[in-house]
């Protein structure tokens, strides 16, 4: 019996790997990471952010995440407490999460970080440092995708000696033609920006601080409000495979914009769908289609692996 060569072709797989993804959401990935940091350094649930008692009832810093996007590069620097060398070298650069992944991380498939390090240019700097321990990469992409062999020269170095100095530095230089004309042409950091407020409102202002550009981002936040205690929000929440989803619906008190109606997903407090008035939140699907007079309904479908029950009596906070 012989065998014929079925290798991947890193050329090939690269081109795959990020054709389906905008710029834009590359910079969330690696904002998505910088949170996972956060989150992980401080065992904080993502579900208790939204329907839980608020989190920050001990002291503690809030992290902070700048971006810098530029036609030259594009730069993630963060004080979120780093990445520890053991996940650098069994988990960070593989595609996919291993069976041991913490649950509950923004970062569900485990391919974000790489696909927008390969999506955005050709080389790319990471310099990671917990209070304890450190590591630095350099790769060049081109350079990489010759050589046969899938790892990535990790070159160890110096914890940040201290747990506030603790992050993740990612600068990502030699900008593919296409990302640097389209920075240049202008919009793109505005585009993350106003992402940005509605893709992480639960996280912004509890758990980090976000800049792009020197613009500190401003959170939009789906609130639930009552009228003179009156008007509830109505909430169901139940598990299916290992996910509880927790449902909340109300009529909003107030003027309200037919830009601001709708349903809005979370999955692990990450909103990825915003205000949603189509049929895939359910939209002239045996019920009516979205129409003005509606621009009061705002409802909220959260997907979380990890919800502690112990709140299961406590409805979706006014945040």
Not at 123 to 128: A, D, G
Not at 302 to 309: M, Y
Request: net charge neutral; with cysteine; charged share 25%.
């Amino acid at each position: 019996m012989r065998y014929a060569a079925a290798d991947v072709r890193k050329q090939f797989f690269i081109e795959m790997f990020t054709r389906d993804i905008s710029l834009e959401d590359c910079v969330l990935d690696l904002i998505d990471n910088s949170l996972d940091s956060y989150l992980l350094k401080h065992d904080i649930s993502p579900s208790r952010l939204i329907f839980g008692p608020d989190v920050r009832t001990a002291p503690r810093d809030l992290g902070t995440i700048n971006v810098s996007c530029t036609e030259r590069q594009i730069k993630v620097v963060d004080t979120c407490g780093g990445i520890p060398r053991s996940r650098a070298m069994d988990g960070v650069f593989c595609f996919g999460h291993g069976e041991d992944n913490p649950v509950g991380k923004l970062g569900a498939y485990g391919v974000g970080m790489k696909r927008a390090l390969f999506k955005i240019g050709n080389k790319f700097h990471i310099v990671s440092r917990t209070a304890s321990e450190g590591f630095e990469v350099t790769l060049k992409l081109d350079e990489w995708a010759k050589d046969k062999e899938w790892k990535v020269p990790v070159n160890f170095i110096d914890g940040a000696a201290s747990e506030r100095k603790a992050g993740t530095s990612i600068t990502i230089t030699d900008l593919h033609d296409e990302v640097a004309l389209r920075i240049t042409e202008g919009g793109v950091p505005k585009n993350i920006l106003d992402d940005a407020a509605t893709t992480y409102p639960y996280f912004l202002g509890q758990c980090v601080t976000l800049c792009i550009n020197d613009t500190e981002v401003v959170p939009e936040r789906t609130k639930f409000g009552e009228q003179d205690g009156v008007l509830r929000p109505a909430h169901e929440r139940f598990q299916q495979e290992g996910v509880t989803v927790t449902l909340a619906a109300t009529v909003a008190p107030g003027p309200r914009t037919m830009e601001q109606a709708g349903w809005n997903v979370l999955c692990n407090g990450r909103v990825v769908v915003h205000a949603d008035k189509t049929s895939l939140t359910g939209w002239a699907e045996g019920l009516p289609s979205f129409q003005p007079k509606y621009r009061s309904f705002v409802g909220l479908a959260s997907f979380d692996p990890t919800i502690h029950w112990r709140y299961l009596g406590r409805r979706p906070s006014a945040r």
